[in-house]
């Protein structure tokens, strides 16, 4: 049988598709997003590392709904990341989206960016300059990339859209009555860690430098300024605290995870005070470690935190 027009007209289409548009992943189904302070919400997503079943979508987006407009952080993994997350903001105000913020270079925080840019195209991306630094050399392109991997291809379509306003620490911006304070205290979760404080909510948004449940990567990080930065960011005496993974809470989110790092790099240096080689040590570490064995990721990452503590206690002893 000949094929008809409108096959045809398919097969014209299909072959002069921009790429990535054809096979654009599917599209993400929508989470519940949860209140935690006035007009202040979070989706929490699924704890775990990116996989087909979860399609990416893994981290904490939120939005701020102001007298102006929407406030984002961390629109998410990919484009259909950002695509769930302003369908999840429309059912709660009709409002433009009028600023995102992103708290640091891994992708799974920020690859959404494209979906607000595409519905705001005038919309100011807040990145830390290393963030936008690290883009531009290409690491962008590799979440892209590794998300795509991971995911078995459920993120295609996604594209990198970078940060196009570098803030850093001390920077504050009002919008719509509230006050957005940056912080950023050197090397931490990684070397572009931004943790956003609105004082009028008593609220922080704390990036990877504080996870909940979940134990993270801390490959591009470092152990004893990550401890800093959880130290600093509870001085503020905020009331509410949203981990980069896993659930919001009270203080107690970031004294949490900081007390895993402290034991952490206080057992390695024991033991590698009295000669142990990483390997030796890990049982030991892991019974110091007893109370988040229950965490995510707990088992896959432990070896990988002795090793950098390791090396960071022998650099320091240098
Ligand atoms: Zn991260």
Redo the contacts with the bound molecule.
Sequence with gaps: MKPGITTLLLMVTFLFAPPGLADKGPAIKDYPAVQVADNVHVIHGPLGTPSPENQGFMNNPAFVITDDGIVVIDPGASVQAGEMLLRVIKKSSDKPVIAVFNT???G??WLGNQAIRAGYPDVPIYGHPNMIALIEAGEGQAWVERMERLTDGKTAGTIVTRPDKAVDHGDSFSHGGLTFKVHHYGKA??TSDLMIEIPERSIVFL??NVLNDRI??ID?GDIQGNIEACTHIMETGSHVYVP?HGPTGDAAVPETFRRYLDILYVTVKQYYDEGLSDFEMKDQVAEQLAAYTAWSGFDEQLGRHISLAYLQIEEADF
């Design positions: 640091h270079i891994h799974d925080h979760h990684t990036g990877d993270p990567r591009d980069g």
